[in-house]
């Protein structure tokens, strides 16, 4: 069982940037890939970003793609979302994902989640 808890969400203004983390109680943590989703109310779970078990591959919707980058540190047993130029339409829950094998970008391929971290970007 992998136990997800993100932290550092909040309140930034457009144009702003905020850094989300999601740290991991398994110690086979390394050996699962890891994505973000998001969920604006009243829309459904959509993909954000996800990265490898090794790090050396990363993903992004194409509505983030040079604003958002996604980072784990296996050692810490880590993931981080540096999100920079925030927008009003980024505003939403973000939840961090863990799965084996390959990263994906549908929600119902992982199975571990943890409880989200609100975001809001004011305009």
């Known amino acids: 069982q992998v136990q997800l808890v993100e932290s550092g969400g909040g309140l930034v203004q457009a144009g702003g940037s905020l850094r989300l983390s999601c740290a991991a109680s398994e110690r086979t943590f390394s050996s699962y890939a890891m994505g973000w989703f998001r969920q604006a109310p009243g829309k459904e779970r959509e993909f954000v970003a996800a990265v490898r078990w090794s790090g050396g591959r990363t993903y992004y919707a194409d509505s983030v793609k040079g604003r958002f980058t996604i980072s784990r540190d296996n050692a810490k047993n880590t993931i981080n979302l540096q999100m920079n130029s925030l927008k009003p339409e980024d505003t939403a829950v973000y939840y961090c994902?863990?799965?084996?094998?390959?990263?994906?970008?549908?929600?119902?391929?992982?199975?571990?989640w943890g409880q989200g971290t609100q975001v809001t970007v004011s305009s």
């Open positions: 994902a863990a799965k084996t094998g390959s990263p994906g970008s549908y929600y119902g391929e992982y199975d571990y």
